[in-house]
């Protein structure tokens, strides 16, 4: 079992669409999460972290549930520039970051 | 501000020959990231290094591979002799420490290609 699992998609959504992807984790003492972004033939950036609170960036909305050890990415009203790649990381020790496979979105108009 | 930089962009060599691909950190990162991306197993760790002292090489998968840092500014990964199966997107990322709050920030990434 991967570590980091994610749907692979694709996900097809018309712009202004809410859209949301899920990730598990299986390593309990996995300590922060994040979401990475990575667009076609691009390197990796940094979305967000994703906190056991919730966070919202904008149109970003990012949840963790340790009990259930589950992570949600919701993205609303989308955007035809929001078509990536989305990348569920799990940092489990020493700044060590264990990625998913990524969750292909694509917004169209 | 430049971020990380890798080198050479693209890379296509025949099996059996030896690959040095290059990454310059981000000023003033005391940590190092080499990572591997292929479609079958997609983004893996490859190794890491802290102020240019390796600290995990488990994710190396074989002797072929090796990587150095001789300094806080430069650092290499070796492939030799190459395979087909290197063939993969090798990033190179930094960041300020190993702190769970220092972002990594990844190079543009070497695509190698073994024939």
């Known amino acids: 079992r991967k570590e980091v699992e994610q749907d692979p998609g694709p996900f097809n959504v018309p712009e202004g669409a809410t859209v949301a992807f899920n990730c598990t984790y299986s390593?309990?003492?996995?300590?922060?999460f994040f979401w990475y972004r990575q667009d076609c033939r691009k390197e990796p950036k940094l979305l967000m972290s994703?906190?056991?609170s919730g966070n919202e960036d904008g149109r970003f909305t990012a949840q963790l549930n340790r009990a259930s050890q589950y992570i949600s990415l919701l993205i609303r009203d989308s955007k035809l520039s929001d078509s990536a790649t989305y990348l569920c990381?799990?940092?489990?020790?020493?700044?060590?970051?264990?990625f998913g496979a990524g969750t292909i979105l694509r917004v169209k108009s | 501000d430049a971020g990380v930089i890798q080198s050479p962009r693209h890379e296509v060599t025949e099996m059996g020959q030896e690959v040095t691909l290059r990454c310059k950190p981000i000023?003033?990162?005391?940590?190092l990231f080499w990572y591997r991306q292929t479609m079958m197993r997609g983004l893996e760790l490859l190794i890491y290094?802290?102020?240019?002292?390796?600290?995990?090489d488990s994710g190396m998968p074989e002797d072929r591979f090796s990587a150095k840092m001789p300094n806080a500014s430069f650092s290499t990964l070796k492939i030799q002799p190459s395979e087909p199966r290197d063939s993969a997107v090798y990033f190179c990322?930094?960041?300020?420490?190993?702190?769970?709050?220092?972002?990594?920030?990844f190079g543009p990434g070497t695509r190698l290609t073994v024939l």
């Open positions: 390593n309990s003492a996995s300590q922060s």
């Open positions: 990322a930094s960041s300020l420490g190993l702190e769970d709050t220092d972002t990594q920030y």
């Open positions: 290094f802290n102020n240019n002292v390796p600290i995990d």
């Open positions: 000023s003033g990162h005391n940590s």
């Open positions: 990381v799990a940092l489990v020790y020493g700044n060590k970051l264990v």
């Open positions: 994703v906190y056991s």
